[in-house]
């Protein structure tokens, strides 16, 4: 296998790797601001600098040139190489900062020239505590500037579309988001326009950066030249704190961090996952971060009117229990864990009903074919894996007017708004109902209502429209004390929870309301049919074990990834 | 380079009964008729038309001949077209030429595309029968609007005789030549951004490799050459390879345009073989000094070649290696003459605004660099500077040469660095006195 030194320590590489990614494969940190792993390579920011040497050959032998002590003699390139274009090839010899003098001081010139122009206005700018200028500057930089003039000046605080907003001076044209809508969005709405070091980012004269993409460009921004309009000044990055989740508008599940700051969800980025979404997330999943801080219930109800969590699981046990088994409707949720609909199937087997059905909420013509899918839930996959399939809403509604159904049990769903049932075929019939929002349409006709939690304040199982399986981990603090959820909470968090400017602890946007792994198995036990369950995780390790459908997806196996799933039958 | 009529030893031998090729003194040559009665598009037919001619031969024909570029960096052209992949029929190759000339103190080849620009079209066709290309592209400065609609009536008419297009003298090879214009800006005079510029993109340089003869116009295998370039190689072929390696010096033969500007008595663009005497181009050539002032500098071949003192041009010729012995280079042949009343900060004040106004802002280096240079410099002029901005200029040079895509860095920071090297003094003279003393 071909070999390649870097300072001095020798690396196999297979294919035609570019020696940064290389580096940054291996552990060895080059800064770079220009380079990124998902396009073209421009080589314009000239910070990743390396002495680039091959073994020098003899002409005549056509070997290697060996000195006195029989190693060979390495031809170094006059000129400094940039890592992120050069190829590596066998025998190569490459000294990066941490060896050479030379590209240090190369480094450290190159920093030095994209502060002379750059406003460090960092006190002021979103992207301050997780800027890539500022923590390379400060890594790799020099100390204090020798620049004594005017800095240049360039537009500032320019919309370039509905959801990001452009600062000229900061920009340091590397291009990215330049790149990224000619290659990856292929919406080609940015370019750089005028000369030298007045260039900037901007889109063409009449264009709209209505990229359903284009927050993704203020992600890979090196700086803070592009920032969401939506997010601007509302936080520090520092006084929230970050969870590793998925998004759930659409059934691809993408990758995201949820970043919150005193039980609110501020904003949601991307997070890379070769097998989801790559580095990208759809601007929708980005902004649908409201629903989880508002409207939110504040407690469980009884016909209407609050009560304590086991006054209601008694409720509804005895609802349960008062109609014959095969008379209740089970209703499965695509918005919720396979953990939560698989104790519901096992609730409703319990008690001699059928299996539950899906309401499915399909868009069509909203996918487009990358990130955002026709199907609105992020589960139907999980769902159709348990068995529950989607409801035959004719068959459903006749059942409903011959009297058939006794008792509706809906998982995290609203079948009012869904269409399934008016609010007065529910009238006559108990209702229960593990709802998110007060403003759920079917809540006015509930008898118990369970608030449930959402994504970012469960732990569970999400099967994307790929079969891939992944953990969700909570990202907010709800009312109750859980300690599943506070031990899932827990990783990392100390330090970032130890910030004195998030308070997670404090109640005042802690949502009253439970996971439905822990409702459910409240009910069940009430209504005589106890689910011995120590938590979600064993709940999917039992899955695991005697699913095939599930096979494979375990906590530990799904990690921060997640795992592709065995495909069985026909998709939905 | 024997000497005759008790002429100046120079490599360029008896200059001074040197015979022009590139602009012979023919009144009207730019019309086609002119043109063919002079000989003209005969190298043409004969290498398309003649067995003794195949793409091959022409090459090694200009590899014999030993043609330079004249674009600057001075690269042998035989051995430029000789990097061009073998011909594969499903790939399209081009030929482009160069004509963006923007450099300061450059003006030549808009001599040519004036006075002959049918040259420019033989030696265009030729250099794309070589290399086998379809098709040859020649980009103009856009500020050289009146050049450009000259250039394509010419066009017109050798299209209508037959020399260019679909089958050419019944030779069945066929060529079209476009005449693309320029949209303005120096780096469209950089290779690679050329190319970029040419396919309707934003003139950024492109990495290298790939060179030009892997990956040029749309992705497909190019040669790049400059105007007078390509006007020689009609030349070559008319008179023979070895006609044109003895003209000039030795290692960088045949006739060029030396671009003479600045405080001479006659300034203009002037043909005469490489290796003239720096002092017989300005003195016998030009006119001598306007008003018979000292000579103080001269920059011998364009703005971002290194400036040389009076003092450091004795016996110092125009061809590349002589030139870097002495510490410049050869350039464009473009040479700037300063007398002794010049205001050498001045001077490089404009430069460095050339250079600033003119970095693309690709790199990094170049883009905050070259504003930089010119703040310091003009701080400089205007008497604020400080002694430590020279050393600081020094500096910023270092950080920039050698670090960017294309070589406009270097270009930006040569004149300052052998400017404040060369003439320190009065760099030194004009910074503010230090209220610190140095050491």
């Known amino acids: ?572 | 380079m024997e000497a005759t009529n008790g002429a100046p030893q120079t490599k360029a031998g008896d200059w001074r009964s040197y015979e022009r090729v590139l602009l012979p003194p023919v009144r009207d040559l730019h019309k086609i008729d002119v043109y063919e009665q002079h000989g003209g598009y005969e190298a043409l037919r004969e290498a398309l038309t003649s067995d003794r001619w195949d793409p091959k031969s022409v090459t090694d024909e200009v590899k014999a001949s030993g043609l330079r570029g004249r674009g600057g960096a001075g690269f042998p052209t035989g051995l430029k077209w000789s990097f061009m992949p073998p011909v594969d029929p499903d790939v399209p190759r081009f030929l482009c030429c160069n004509g963006d000339e923007s450099e300061p103190g450059t003006f030549k080849d808009r001599q040519l595309m004036e006075y002959n620009p049918h040259l420019v079209f033989e030696g265009m066709l030729l250099a794309c029968y070589a290399i086998s290309a379809k098709a040859g592209y020649l980009y103009v400065r856009g500020e050289y609007a009146d050049w450009i609609s000259h250039m394509e009536r010419e066009l017109e008419n050798a299209y209508a005789k037959g020399y260019v297009g679909e089958n050419i003298m019944g030779s069945g090879f066929s060529c079209e030549l476009i005449i693309h214009k320029g949209a303005g800006a120096y780096i469209c005079g950089e290779e690679s951004s050329l190319m970029e510029s040419l396919e309707g993109k934003r003139a950024y340089p492109r990495i290298k490799p790939p060179f030009p003869a892997q990956r040029g116009i749309w992705g497909y295998p190019t040669t790049i050459n400059n105007v007078e370039t390509l006007a020689c190689v009609p030349l070559i072929l008319r008179r023979g390879g070895a006609w044109y390696a003895k003209i000039g010096a030795q290692r960088h033969p045949g006739p060029v345009l030396y671009g003479i500007s600045g405080h001479v008595n006659r300034p203009g663009v002037y043909e005469y073989p490489t290796g003239m005497l720096i002092s017989d181009l300005i003195y016998e050539v030009a006119g001598g000094m306007r008003g018979g002032k000292k000579l103080k500098a001269v920059v011998p071949g364009g703005s971002s070649t290194p400036i040389l003192r009076a003092d450091m041009i004795d016996g110092v010729t125009m061809d590349a290696e002589t030139l870097r012995d002495a510490g410049s280079m050869m350039g464009t042949g473009g040479m700037l003459v300063m007398d002794e009343d010049t205001d050498i900060v001045s001077w490089l004040r404009r430069v460095t605004h050339f250079y600033h106004h003119e970095s693309c802002g690709q790199c990094t280096p170049c883009r905050e660099g070259a504003g930089w240079l010119e703040n310091i410099v003009t701080r400089i002029d205007e008497g604020e500077g400080r002694l430590r901005d020279l050393d600081l200029l020094i500096d910023l040079c270092s950080q920039m040469e050698g670090r960017t895509v294309c070589a406009l860095a270097d270009a930006a920071a040569w004149p300052v660095r052998y400017t404040v090297t060369r003439f320190r003094d009065e760099f030194e003279a004009r910074c503010r006195p230090s209220l610190v003393a140095a050491g």
């Open chain 1, 1 to 572: 296998m071909p070999k390649v030194t870097i300072d001095h320590q020798v690396y196999e590489f297979e294919g035609r790797p570019k020696a940064l990614q290389f580096c940054l494969d291996h552990g060895i940190e080059l800064p770079h601001f220009c380079y990124h792993p998902a396009m073209s390579i421009p080589a314009n920011c000239r910070e990743c600098l390396i002495e680039v040497g091959m073994p020098a050959i003899d002409r005549e032998t056509r070997q290697p040139k060996l000195d006195k002590d029989g190693n060979p003699v390495i031809r170094f390139m006059p000129k400094l190489m940039t890592s992120c274009s050069q190829d590596l090839a066998d025998g190569m010899v490459i000294r990066t900062h941490r060896t050479s003098e030379k590209v240090a001081r190369a480094q450290q010139d190159t920093l030095e020239f994209l502060l002379i122009n750059h406003p460090l206005d960092c006190p002021i700018c979103d992207q301050a505590g997780h800027c890539p200028l500022q923590i390379q500057a400060y890594k790799y930089g020099p100390e204090g500037s020798r620049f004594e003039f005017r800095k240049v000046r360039k537009p500032k605080h320019i919309k370039l579309g509905p959801r990001v907003m452009l600062d000229g001076e900061r920009c340091i044209n590397c291009t990215r988001c330049v790149r990224f809508t000619d290659e990856i969005s292929k919406s080609r709405q940015l370019t750089i326009i005028e000369r030298g070091v007045r260039n900037y980012p901007i889109t063409p004269p009449g264009v709209t950066f209505d990229d359903p993409y284009s927050m993704n460009v203020i992600d890979i921004c090196p700086v803070g030249a592009l920032t969401s309009i939506d997010f601007r000044f509302k936080a520090r990055i520092w006084e929230m704190s970050s969870a590793p989740s998925i998004t759930t508008t659409n059934a691809k599940g993408s990758n995201c961090h949820y970043w919150v700051k005193d039980n609110l969800v501020l904003r949601i980025t991307a997070r890379p996952n070769a097998a989801v979404n790559d580095y990208w997330l759809p601007d929708e999943d980005r902004l649908d971060y409201h629903r989880f801080n508002e409207n939110r219930p504040d407690g469980p109800r009884i016909d209407g009117r609050p009560a304590t969590w086991d006054e209601a699981y008694a409720r509804a046990a005895e609802v349960l229990r008062s109609v014959p088994g095969e008379g209740i409707l089970f209703l499965g949720s695509a918005h919720a864990t396979v953990e939560d609909n698989y104790l519901l199937t096992k609730l409703a087997k319990a008690l001699g009903a059928d299996v539950p059905r899906y309401i499915p909420h399909v868009e069509p013509g909203h996918g487009d074919g990358w990130l955002r899918t026709d199907d609105r839930t992020p589960n139907a996959e999980g769902c159709r894996r348990l068995g529950i399939e989607p409801v035959d809403e004719a068959m459903i509604r006749a059942k409903m007017e011959a009297g058939e159904i006794k008792a509706v049990y809906a998982l995290e769903d609203d079948p009012v708004a869904a269409g399934l049932f008016s609010a007065e075929a529910l009238a006559n019939v108990p209702v229960i109902l593990h709802p998110y929002h007060t403003t759920n349409e079917t809540l006015p006709v509930t008898d118990v209502a369970l608030p449930a939690a959402m994504v970012v304040e469960t732990v569970g199982t999400y099967v994307n429209c790929d079969g891939h399986a992944q953990r969700v981990r909570p990202a907010k603090a709800i009312r109750d004390v859980n300690r599943t959820l506070v031990l899932e909470m827990d990783k990392g968090r100390p330090d970032k929870h130890g910030t004195p400017f998030d308070r997670w602890h404090h109640e005042d946007h802690q949502v009253n309301c439970r996971p439905s792994w822990v409702s459910l198995p409240a009910v069940a036990q009430k209504a005589g049919h106890p689910m011995p369950y120590k938590g979600p995780k064993y709940i999917m390790a039992e899955l695991a074990r005697t699913d095939p459908a599930f096979s494979g997806a375990t906590y530990e196996a799904m990690g921060l990834s997640g795992v592709r799933l065995e495909s069985v039958g026909e998709a939905v």
